[in-house]
């Protein structure tokens, strides 16, 4: 046997004995727990500010479970299309797919069962509604963005934005039943939000992703374009973070957290924009997840406020 021949041969019994190695810590990596979770936020949020008062614990339950379900389910199709691409960059070669530690068709019945398990929960406990939206989200992240538009435009962010969105309008809907202009606003929020807080994690990033052939906007329009973009829509987020202010969504206490919010947020953006820091697009991404999250949380406290005070 030639040597090339043995050296493939090895490589593919690595791999293969590689692909046994997994556990259930990689079933749990697969579903992304921390995104997950902060998406789980946003869609209690979202429940809680459908009602002037608490909706029911089981449907909360239910609600949380069956969007965390399908949430996860998409979360491991997306390991599946991009096992390729995260094997070629730093961030995410270690993963499950990536490394070979699990072989494809595992990841994929994991993330088939996930998927249905928690679109057909929201049918069964929650409403039909919900879940047919968070079947469409699902699709839309784990087929729309992850297998079509990530590769093939620098839009990718904006377009796909849209499933990534959707917790706080399932949340409503979970406990409604019914769309509004209140879910809507919540989920332009998130949208908005969506490409600085990415494209900051873009720049950090570009070599990764211009090595592995995603057009990324960094990596298409270079790096004082995607600068520029970052300070720009954080100004459209800036904006849409008012209008729950502005159509008596919300009160005053809402109004002067999230300036003070988008204070530090612009910020950051600032920097990124300015160029001369290169620790700023990677500082800025880590503040914009705390800033969402805080954003949210400041939302339901002036919600509850409001509640009180008309109770009281």
């Known amino acids: 046997m030639s040597e090339a021949m043995t050296t493939e041969v090895r490589a593919v019994g690595a791999a293969s004995l590689a692909s046994v190695r997994w556990g259930w810590r990689d079933l749990v990596t697969l579903c992304k ?9 946003c869609a209690l949020v979202g429940m809680a500010l459908a009602r002037p008062v608490l909706p029911s614990l089981a449907l909360v339950v239910y609600g949380l479970v069956g969007i965390g379900l399908a949430a996860s389910g998409a979360a491991a199709f997306n390991h599946v299309v ?7 960059m730093v961030r995410t070669s270690r993963r499950p797919l990536a490394s070979r530690r699990m072989p494809s068709s595992v990841a994929l019945a994991w993330a088939t069962l996930l998927s249905v398990s928690g679109v057909g929960l929201l049918l069964w406990q929650v409403n039909a509604l919900t879940a047919w939206l968070t079947l469409g989200s699902l699709i839309g992240y784990a087929l729309v963005y992850t297998a079509f538009l990530k590769h093939a ?6 377009i796909g934005g849209v499933a990534g969105a959707a917790p706080p309008l399932l949340g409503w809907t979970a406990v409604t039943g019914q769309l509004g202009p209140e879910p809507l606003l919540l989920m332009l929020i998130i949208f908005a939000w969506t490409p600085p807080h990415f494209w900051a994690l873009a720049l950090h990033k570009r070599e990764e992703y211009a090595r592995a052939g995603v057009p990324m906007l960094p990596v298409t329009h270079g790096e004082a374009f995607t600068r520029l973009q970052v300070w720009l829509y954080g100004w459209l987020t800036v904006a849409v973070t008012l209008m729950p202010f502005a159509i008596g969504m919300s009160g005053a206490l809402y109004l002067v957290g999230v300036m003070a919010l988008n204070v530090r947020f612009m910020v950051w953006n600032w920097r990124v924009w300015r160029g001369r820091d290169p620790r700023a697009p990677l500082a800025a991404f880590w503040f914009s997840i705390r800033y969402i999250l805080a954003l949210f949380g400041i939302l339901l406290l002036d919600h509850y406020a409001m509640a009180w005070s008309l109770w009281g």
């Open 33 to 41: 727990p921390r995104v997950v979770l902060v998406m789980l936020v």
């Open 82 to 88: 991009d096992r390729r691409l995260d094997a070629l």
């Open 153 to 158: 435009t620098p839009q990718n962010i904006v």
